[in-house]
């Protein structure tokens, strides 16, 4: 099946770039998603890619896909503190939309 | 609008208890699904509706009974569950099984 992973933790300057890495095994999914969850919250939808493109830009969101190496990035460009959070790579194995997600990223900025 | 409601935001219950979670969306969107996630852990898949038919159920105990009455309605029902049991619910629609998915805010579910 599907397996989806992520480095547990990230640490960043305000106003500094942060880039989260994701890996995934099934070739087959056809989108990717990235998710952000606030504590106590639940899951908000950041942005997504269709696995047929190489980069999506959403204003500070960047998404890179590296399909023959199946790694996705989101890069966030001017990190602010209402950026910490957890954010999730997920996946959907064979196109359907039964999410695998990652254990999660902890982004946590520092003044 | 984006929007997923779930109700009730937390629910204390007694192993003995029957409840039920609800969850409503307005988006016209005709899968839905039901998410656990346990602390310090990624949301795990429970059961997906599409076109108010269960299409998937991730082999979860028979005290979770999901229920789907109408197109914009997601029900899960709670009986007799243990204090493992204890996690936030996430409900889910997406346009239907291929598209994005958008979230509620959970159900803080808490067993004693």
């Known amino acids: 099946g599907e397996d989806v992973e992520q480095s547990l933790f990230l640490s960043v300057r305000e106003g500094d770039s942060s880039v989260i890495n994701c890996t995934y095994t099934d070739s087959s999914s056809t989108y990717l998603y990235w998710y952000k969850q606030e504590p106590g919250a639940g899951l908000q939808l950041l942005t997504y890619i269709f696995s047929n493109m190489d980069m999506k830009q959403d204003q500070r969101l960047t998404v890179l896909l590296n399909k023959k190496d199946k790694h996705l990035s989101l890069r966030i460009a001017d990190t602010q503190t209402g950026d910490s959070a957890i954010y999730f790579c997920a996946a959907p194995p064979g196109g359907y939309n039964k999410l695998i997600f990652g254990a999660g990223t902890r982004l946590a900025v520092h003044p | 609008d984006t929007e997923v409601t779930q109700t009730p935001k937390h629910l204390v219950m007694g192993m003995t208890n029957k409840k039920s979670l609800k969850c409503e969306q307005h988006m016209g969107h005709r899968a839905m699904y039901w998410y656990k996630q346990k602390a310090k852990k990624p949301p795990e898949l429970m059961f997906v509706?599409?076109?108010?038919?269960?299409?998937i159920n991730e082999s979860v105990p028979s005290r979770f009974s999901p229920e789907c009455p109408n197109s914009s309605l997601l029900n899960l029902h709670l009986h007799a569950l243990q204090p493992e049991d204890s996690a936030l619910y996430l409900c889910?629609?997406?346009?239907?099984?291929?598209?994005?998915?958008?979230f509620g805010q959970g159900t803080r579910l808490t067993v004693v």
């Open positions: 509706y599409s076109y108010e038919k269960l299409s």
């Open positions: 889910a629609s997406s346009q239907d099984r291929y598209t994005e998915a958008f």
